[in-house]
């Protein structure tokens, strides 16, 4: 049986929304929360929280300890290095990704992508690339043997900010897996779930408001339940659905095109 070792990269530090992982939701912090729906899955195997060696990532060490939740502190900037060194530190045989701006995560999503990894022989496998999913159902999971070579050879400031898309950039190199939303439809770019600006963080306590009280472990589909009949819930972000990090970096990604990212 493969090791899985979960990592869950946070950090106080936020240019359009600091401290949002520290912001509480119904009296927890929305990382214990994001904890709480990654624990419901059961594929996710041994649960760490990466955060930083900044002074202002004492808190998020803190909110661990009072918490039971594994913590490793590392690069600010290094993201791969960062994950490397929680793999080797608990032995990892595979690795999984999963940024703390994803607290409506679905637990059914990540063991999905986990089983379809331990299904097949593939080096690499995420529901990213493409992506089908609304927004914050990132999943990405890698050997530890693919996650060391790309430590060793990722060069690009982005390629170590970003953990990953050394990998799913050079398929010639990697045997690479996606899973796509059973449903055959495509919500990536119109369904915006994880938080980055004020209005996310309205929306996503707008919703565990909402369910978390007579659903706790409330899943994808209670959340699309709810905004079909509450489309107002829906317009709180709805601005910034397929605003993410690859706009940034058009002119150097070779795999994502203009159309899997949304300037503003």
């Known amino acids: 049986m493969k090791k899985i070792v979960t990592v869950i990269q946070a950090r106080s530090g936020s240019s359009r929304l600091p401290g949002k992982v520290s912001k509480e939701i119904l009296g927890k912090t929305l990382l214990v929360r994001m904890i709480e729906r990654i ?12 955060t930083t060696l900044d002074a202002e990532d004492d808190s998020i060490e803190n909110i ?16 791969l290095d960062r994950h490397y060194h929680v793999a080797k530190l608990f032995d990892a045989d595979a690795v999984v990704k999963i940024p703390s701006d994803c607290p409506l995560i679905d637990p059914q999503v990540i063991d999905k992508v986990l089983q379809y990894y331990l299904d097949h022989n593939f080096d690499f496998v995420s529901n990213l690339h ?3 999913y609304p927004d914050g159902n990132d999943v990405e999971v890698m050997s530890f043997k693919t996650l060391e070579t790309a430590w060793k050879e990722a060069q690009k400031d ?8 050394y990998i799913w950039e050079h398929p010639e190199k990697f045997r690479i897996g996606n899973v796509a939303w059973e449903t055959g439809l495509d919500y990536s770019m119109s369904h915006r779930f994880t938080i980055d600006y004020a209005e996310d ?20 589909s209670d959340i699309l339940d709810l905004l079909g009949l509450n489309p107002e819930i829906a317009a709180i972000n709805e601005k910034y659905a397929g605003v993410n990090w690859y706009r940034n970096h058009m002119n150097e990604l070779k795999t994502v095109t203009e159309a899997q990212t949304k300037h503003i």
């Open 39 to 50: 624990q419901v899955a059961s594929l996710t195997g041994t649960i760490v929280v990466a």
């Open 64 to 79: 661990c300890k009072e918490n039971s939740i594994l913590c490793y502190r590392g690069s600010s900037l290094d993201l």
């Open 130 to 132: 493409p992506a089908t």
């Open 158 to 165: 982005f390629e170590r900010e970003h953990t990953t898309p």
């Open 201 to 220: 963080f309205t929306f996503i306590k707008t919703v565990y408001e909402k369910l978390y009280p007579t659903k706790p472990n409330f899943g994808l």
